[in-house]
T-cell receptor
Framework: AQTVTQSQPEMSVQEAETVTLSCTYD???????LFWYKQPPSRQMILVIR??????QNATENRFSVNFQKAAKSFSLKISDSQLGDTAMYFC??????????????FGKGTKLSVIP | DSGVTQTPKHLITATGQRVTLRCSPR?????VYWYQQSLDQGLQFLIQ???????AKGNILERFSAQQFPDLHSELNLSSLELGDSALYFC???????????????FGQGTRLTVV
C-alpha cells in the first residue's frame, strides 16, 4: 500500500523568510508522481508543484522548489520569501499507475503553515 | 477556476437521510476521484472512476456509492447519514489515460455536507 507521511502538523515562518515542509512516502513502484497541494482557508485545493519520479532534477515554480530524494523516498517543499498569502494547509500527494486505468492518488495528513507578519 | 464543478456547494440534512453529490469533470478528463475531508483532517480517498468504470476503491463505507455516467459526470450517493458523515466532499478529475500520467488532478470547490 502507498503511504504518505507529513511529520510536521504545524509550522510557522516569518514573512520573507524561507521554510521547508517535509514529506516521506512509501511505495514499491518505480514510476510515480509526487505533488504538493495548497489548501488556503477558502478550502480550494490548488496544485503548487509536481515532480516526476524519473526526473533527477528537482522541480521549481517561482518561490517554490522541492528536494526530491528518490532513494530516501523523501519529497520536501521549500518556500522562499514567504508571503502572507502562503498561509494555508499544505498536502503532499503521491500517485502511481496501478493497472487497468487505475490510479491511486494518496495524500498525507497535511502541514498547517502560518506566515507571520 | 479549475474547470471541475461540484453541486451543491452546501448541504444540510438530517440523520438517516440520503443525499446525492454531483461532479462535472474538466472537459475531456476521463478520471474522476472522490475524497472526503473531515474537519482539520487530510483527504481520505473514497473511489475512482475511469471512463464510466470503477477503477479503485479506498475507505468508502457501504452506505456510500458512486457512479460515472456516459457524459462523464459523476455522482456520490450517501445514505443512512450519520453525524460523523459531516465533511467536505471533493471531486477531482484528471486526464490520466491508460498508463500515462500526464497531468495532475484538478479539484472542484467541494460540497460541504452537514448532518444534523
Amino acid at each position: 500500500a502507498q503511504t504518505v507521511t507529513q511529520s510536521q502538523p504545524e509550522m510557522s515562518v516569518q514573512e520573507a523568510e524561507t521554510v521547508t515542509l517535509s514529506c516521506t512516502y512509501d511505495t514499491s513502484e518505480n514510476n510515480y508522481y509526487l505533488f504538493w497541494y495548497k489548501q488556503p482557508p477558502s478550502r480550494q485545493m490548488i496544485l503548487v508543484i509536481r515532480q516526476e519520479a524519473y526526473k533527477q532534477q528537482n522541480a521549481t515554480e517561482n518561490r517554490f522548489s522541492v528536494n526530491f530524494q528518490k532513494a530516501a523516498k523523501s519529497f520536501s517543499l521549500k518556500i522562499s520569501d514567504s508571503q502572507l498569502g502562503d498561509t494555508a494547509m499544505y498536502f503532499c500527494a503521491f500517485t502511481s499507475y496501478t493497472g487497468a486505468g487505475s490510479y491511486q492518488l494518496t495524500f498525507g495528513k497535511g502541514t498547517k503553515l502560518s506566515v507571520i507578519p | 477556476d479549475s474547470g471541475v464543478t461540484q453541486t451543491p456547494k452546501h448541504l444540510i440534512t438530517a440523520t438517516g437521510q440520503r443525499v446525492t453529490l454531483r461532479c462535472s469533470p474538466r472537459s475531456g478528463d476521463l478520471s474522476v476521484y472522490w475524497y472526503q475531508q473531515s474537519l482539520d483532517q487530510g483527504l481520505q480517498f473514497l473511489i475512482q472512476y475511469y471512463n464510466g468504470e470503477e477503477r479503485a476503491k479506498g475507505n468508502i463505507l457501504e452506505r456510500f456509492s458512486a457512479q460515472q455516467f456516459p457524459d462523464l459526470h459523476s455522482e456520490l450517493n450517501l445514505s443512512s447519514l450519520e453525524l460523523g458523515d459531516s465533511a467536505l466532499y471533493f471531486c477531482a478529475s484528471s486526464a490520466m489515460t491508460g498508463n500515462r500520467m500526464n497531468t495532475e488532478a484538478f479539484f472542484g470547490q467541494g460540497t460541504r455536507l452537514t448532518v444534523v
